[in-house]
């Protein structure tokens, strides 16, 4: 069963300050409205779009999302 992108995206919460995955991991994990559930782009990418949070750039979704797919999500 493939995970979530939020559950896949956790596991880059905890790193250092400067680092822009861990700050994107830290605030999806604070706002309760992330389609914690969901594994589409589409759904994924327009909500950071409409978000606009500037500590979750589109920019850093996307360098995780590589990462997602790269691990057979």
């Known amino acids: 069963m493939n995970q979530s992108f ?3 995206a956790l596991k880059f919460r905890g790193g250092q300050k400067k ?3 861990a700050q994107f991991a830290d605030n999806m994990f604070h706002l309760h409205d ?3 559930a969901e ?3 589409n ?3 327009q909500y ?10 589109a920019i850093v979704f996307d360098e995780i999302w ?8």
Not at 48 to 57: C, F, G, S, W, Y
Not at 66 to 73: D, I, K, T, V
């Open 39 to 41: 594994a589409s782009f």
């Open 48 to 57: 950071i779009e409409e978000l606009a949070h500037p500590d979750m750039p």
């Open 34 to 36: 992330f389609p914690k």
């Open 6 to 8: 939020y559950l896949f």
């Open 66 to 73: 590589e990462l997602y797919m790269e691990h057979g999500n």
């Open 43 to 45: 759904v994924l990418s």
């Open 19 to 21: 680092d822009k995955k």
